[in-house]
């Protein structure tokens, strides 16, 4: 790694989180620093992502990105730095990329929603975390329903009601407005299968 970065060290940094919790502040934090220095460094965002131009907190900080499907592009240059924001949106084979980056010697810092709309984890978060990251941030969000300062779910909503459809696990659904989406805490998210529990308990009742 070049002289200037080496406050980098090679390894890999995790921001997870649900909606509104604040992972884009704090990747556009950790990587802002690197338009001063000698770094060669990227920041890639998925293509999926079309509500933003770039990484852009709701505070107004931002990064400029590239776009991409995949994140091979990463290894055609040479790089001493690479984000990733919205990994969760990538597919699980651009965490094999991950790997290799780090293989290189290339520092990887990514961002991302860490549960899907089951309440599970992502498939490409899950293949990050095996892969031993040296730090992993979780962090919360007020819940858009009670306020409290405890959401860890992203609730997402069709027409303004909890989505309770199961779709296969690790959907990535679009940012481009044919969901919205809420953080909520544990009291007042809505998953897909505690609603399906909920039907059958009305149903046995009556």
Do not use: W
Not at 20 to 49: D, I, M
Not at 78 to 104: N, S
Request: with cysteine.
């Amino acid at each position: 790694m070049r002289s200037g970065v080496s406050s980098f060290a090679v390894d890999l940094t995790v921001i997870l989180g649900p909606m509104k919790s604040g992972k884009s502040l704090e990747l556009v934090s950790l990587l802002s620093p690197l338009q001063y220095t000698n770094a060669r460094h990227r920041v890639f965002q998925s293509a999926r992502h079309v509500r933003d131009a770039g990484v852009v907190s709701r505070s107004g900080a931002a990064l400029a990105t590239v776009k991409a499907t995949s994140l091979a592009t990463a290894l055609d240059e040479e790089l001493d730095v690479v984000g990733i924001d919205e990994v969760h949106m990538f597919a699980l084979t651009d965490m094999v990329v991950v790997r290799r980056l780090l293989e290189r010697g290339t520092r990887v810092v990514a961002a991302g929603i860490d549960l899907d709309h089951r309440g599970e984890l992502f498939a490409p978060v899950r293949a990050l975390l095996e892969l031993g990251p040296a730090s992993v941030t979780y962090r919360r969000a007020v819940c858009d329903r009670c306020r409290s300062f405890s959401a860890v779910y992203t609730q997402v909503l069709e027409h303004g009601v909890p989505m309770i459809r199961e779709l296969a696990p690790s959907t990535a659904l679009p940012d481009d407005g044919t969901y919205t989406y809420e953080a909520r805490c544990r009291t007042c998210v809505v998953l897909p299968s505690s609603a399906a529990r909920q039907a059958a308990a009305d149903s046995s009742a009556n």
